[in-house]
């Protein structure tokens, strides 16, 4: 343990960080007024609680008024910021944990019409893709104001305690001026290399000059934008040698790769199905060039690659940011030789998906992750013990029997399969989602570590759970493929599980009617696909797939274009009909009435699933709480009381889509919520 690479101390000029470990510059939009309110910072010390050296925080900082509120972005150029900051700071210090946070201008990377609708501002007036709008081209009174502002935002910073600060350099304003493609200006802050680089380097030399010598000054830049006509290698390696040379800053933190579209942001930091720790290699490169501090993190999601880079020399620093969603105690369990427990990320990207569609960033694996306040990472032990039976070994089950035993009760699952895992075992039988099934492997370990009993093959019945005896039972059966929404013509269709499962052949000539928007339907038309079938996959909705949302889609995107899969919303499945040997389906529209015709030699639906609830419905007369869930007991973390039948001998509960087609992070956050009060 002592010769481990990853816990062995880095002095970063004066300050030691006590490992090898971080997480990169982040903005999981926890936000509350453009603040780092509480939950922001117990979010941070969470993780410098489980010993990571070094949590950059903002992904980053606005320093400017004009700079879009992209996703729940800290604004850095509020006074107010710094006492806020300065709490989130000193608790991460009070666990030894070094803190910095990322600065920026967004420049065209957002929108106008937000906050306080001012035009936003770039070296250009071109477009961003990913945010469809179009900018003010910089006066230089916009340049002149806005290198004051990161000064004055640093120095907020260095007030507020932190041990330093990083400049965004990819996608956003810096960058925007430096790449030949977003910087059409004159003289003197456009041109060549030497003209683009002016800008973001006065911001620099007025950074050091208002915090002087000893408060850290980083950047995150892109050394290769991989774009015709953008930043080279070569540039980005003249870049990194003139940012060591100027003295400006201490740290270099690579990336490779541009954001300007959703697939492009998607290869920067990649998700599942994709190639892990991408640009390893040349952050590598960087750094035996430059001989200068490097930092870097894109999905290294692993202890083992992380290790690697710092034994390799590859990094001085490893960013393991999504790794330390699903588990923010990596370091401890490292220093305690559980690295076998480390619950895994898997790439699901349910964290930053979420914050580019508004929302904010929450862990497919982890529910407690950006709920600190309210939700346990690390389960107490209940005062009663109690006898637990949980029926369904899908994702929502095993988290119950996880917490269940966590909290010492004598915990007994019956599942019908032979295997645990419910949907996710199906969803995992995709190449492309194959690290899905960590979710339940995981879970079934913790669990046998525990002394849960499992029965297999088990399909649980009133007598079932009337022999064991239990004191609470937690239905956790999940649902099964609902496909009978048509006028007519339900059996003549198959469902995307019947696809993915193998029960159904694939087509050659097959329509695709996806009214659930997940990754079921997705995963369907790939696999048709695939075998070399046309494929149209529709939907009545004005997009697609909504609820896999932006970056995960970007791979399947790769595989239906290959193939060519026609896309087409707006249309409505109403009725399947046989036509000789193959099948005709009437479409609809909800706009104006209208019909077309397909026809296809087969159709397969996707509609959510609807519960498999037989079994509760068969016990709820025997429970002590008919089922009944209060609800503010339930959201508050109280334990359960309501009593409807005192004659009961159990408390009987469901959760996940054994109550409604949801998704996976409902289903485990529903155990949670429930069984750590049990």
Known sequence: MQNDPLLQPYDLKHLRLKNRLMLSSHEPAYTEEGMPKDRYRAYHAERARGGVALTMTAGSANVSRDSPQAFGNIDAWKDEVTGWMKALTDECHDHGCAVMIQLTHMGRRGRWDDNDWLPTVSASHEREPAHRHFCKKAEDWDIERIISDYADAAERMKVAGLDGVEVNAYGHLLDQFWSPLTNDLDAPWGGDLDARLKMPFAVLEAMRARVGPDFLIGIRYTGDEILEGGLSRDDGFEISRRLKESGLVDFLNVVRGHMTTDAGLTDIIPVQGMRSAPHLDFAGEIRAATDFPTFHAAKIQDVATARHAIAEGKLDMVGMTRAHMADPHIVAKIMRGEEDRIRPCVGANYCLDRIYQGGSALCVHNPATGRELEQPHVIEEAATKRRVVVVGAGPAGLEAARVAAARGHEVIVHEAANDPGGQVRLTAQSPRRHEMIQLIQWRFEECERMGVTFHFNSFADDETIRDAAPDVVVIATGGMPHTEILRSGDALVVSAWDILSGDARPGENVLIYDDAGDYAALQAAEKIAETGAKVELMTRDRAFSNEVMNMSLVPAMRVLQKHDVTITVTWRLDAVERDGN??????????????????????????????????????????????EIDYDAFVEGRPQGVVRNPEGSFQLFRIGDAVASRNTHAAIYDALRLCKAL
């Open 582 to 627: 193959r099948l005709r389906a009437t479409i609809g529209s909800d706009y104006n009435g209208a019909s077309r015709e397909r026809r296809v030699d087969q159709v397969v639906v996707n509609h959510g699933t609807r519960p498999l609830d037989d079994v509760y419905f068969d016990l709820r007369p025997r429970s002590s709480n008919l089922g």
